[in-house]
């Protein structure tokens, strides 16, 4: 029998670039009241496609809750180098997860968690059970690889990802992937504000993974090292420990949900309507065409 195959979306991932990829050439494709929707339009037609793409059984789009997590309660500069998002995309957020919700998809997110943990969560409760494709940009997720979840980076349009196997993974770098977050711990992580060990960046972080194993590995032989290395090291070991909490992703939230919940909704006429109500007419017409219902001419 084959395995249920479970797309997991990275809301905020898709919703920003989105956001961005049409704000960049001045398209907001605004409402009548002025309010911008090419984040949350994008965000859609990025599902939809991707499920004619990838055709899950099932699907769960997550989601960050907030700028708290318990990560920023670890370390304060965690995400703090990020913008404010612009004016014209902070309605967007509420209205993603409505639009998200009204097209039977489910959503998962809970303030102090990011939805990194959630996908990391799912992947977990399920294993070997059914298969995952995980949609994100963010890199930290390799660490979630295994033979039955796949990552899809997102590249271009809407159609165009760059595919990680677990197999591809470790030819690729040469260490399994829950090493991947020691890797971080050294390396550091610009885009999420933390700095590992100053002086060592992401090829001596892999080479030192792959000598001994863990960032504990490296600690325990770290009178091995060139004198420059354990100079740096011993100089920002707390970091280090740090910045190692900060990187992995967290797996044991508790999901107390049948595999059932998650299947993959039909559309019809009314999911078009809805979408044409709110003025999101690219949308209606990608709903028409991707799941050929066509609209009633005299709605």
Not at 210 to 229: M, R
Not at 278 to 291: C, G, H, P, R
Request: net charge negative; hydrophobic share 40%; aromatic share 10%.
């Amino acid at each position: 029998m084959e395995k249920p195959h479970v797309l997991l979306v990275d809301g905020m991932a898709l919703l920003f670039r989105s956001f961005f990829a049409t704000s960049a050439v001045g398209q907001y494709f605004r409402t009548t009241e002025g309010l911008a929707t090419n984040g949350v339009q994008g965000f859609a037609r990025h599902v939809l496609a991707a499920k004619t793409l990838m055709k899950p059984t099932h699907m769960a789009v997550c989601w960050d809750m907030g700028a708290r997590t318990f990560r920023t309660d670890l370390f304060d500069g965690y995400k703090a180098n990020r913008p404010a998002p612009p004016e014209d995309m902070v309605h967007q957020f509420d209205l993603a997860q409505s639009i998200s919700e009204q097209l039977g998809w489910k959503n998962y997110g809970e303030a102090g968690i990011e939805a990194d943990d959630f996908i990391g969560s799912f992947t977990k409760q399920w294993q070997d059970q059914v298969d995952f494709t995980i949609i994100t940009g963010d890199k930290d997720m390799l660490q979630l690889l295994t033979p039955s979840v796949n990552i899809a980076f997102m590249k271009k349009g809407f159609h165009v990802y760059d595919v990680y196997t677990e197999t591809r993974f470790i030819e690729e770098y040469g260490i399994q992937p829950n090493q991947f977050a020691d890797v971080k711990a050294f390396m550091g992580d610009p885009s999420d504000g933390y700095p590992g060990v100053k002086g060592i960046g992401p090829k001596t972080a892999l080479q030192l993974i792959k000598d001994y194993g863990s960032t504990d590995g490296v600690l325990g032989a770290i009178d091995e090292l060139k004198p420059a290395q354990k100079k740096k090291i011993d100089e920002h070991k707390e970091m280090l420990l740090l910045s190692k909490k900060l990187a992995v992703i967290k797996c044991d939230i508790q999901l107390d949900m049948p595999l059932e919940e998650l299947t993959v909704p039909a559309y019809t006429n009314d999911h078009i309507q809805l979408c044409r109500d709110q003025q999101l007419l690219l949308l209606a017409k990608q709903l028409e065409k991707n799941v050929g219902v066509t609209a009633d001419p005299w709605a």
